[in-house]
Nanobody, 115 residues
Framework: QVQLVESGGGLVESGGSLRLSCAASGSISGINAMGWYRQAPGKEREYVAAITNGGSTSYAHSVKGRFTISRDVATNTVYLQMNSLKPDDTAVYYC?????????WGQGTQVTVSL
């Protein structure tokens, strides 16, 4: 089992920044990558960004150039630095850790971007 705990969400004005954190614990040896997804009201959950154990990153087109994903291997924590936030970024953000046997999810953290 893997436990993921997110933090760092909140309310920010358009153009502002937030930094999300996700701390992993438990059977983390089976994790090869970690990522972030988000779900806005009335919409399906969508991919945001991911980072492998080797440090390779990927981003959704909608956030590329504004968001940066990083990982502290020593503390098993993944971060999502979000800059130039827009109202369309408003969503619940979920941390994700896929393993061979299962996909693990955090409880989610709300990000709200006001006009």
């Amino acid at each position: 089992q893997v436990q993921l705990v997110e933090s760092g969400g909140g309310l920010v004005e358009s153009g502002g920044s937030l930094r999300l954190s996700c701390a992993a614990s438990g059977s983390i040896s089976g994790i090869n990558a970690m990522g972030w997804y988000r779900q806005a009201p009335g919409k399906e959950r969508e991919y945001v960004a991911a980072i492998t154990n080797g440090g390779s990153t990927s981003y959704a087109h909608s956030v590329k150039g504004r968001f940066t994903i990083s990982r502290d291997v020593a503390t098993n924590t993944v971060y999502l630095q979000m800059n130039s936030l827009k109202p369309d970024d408003t969503a619940v953000y979920y941390c994700n850790a896929p393993t061979i046997n299962a996909h693990y999810w955090g409880q989610g953290t709300q990000v709200t971007v006001s006009l």
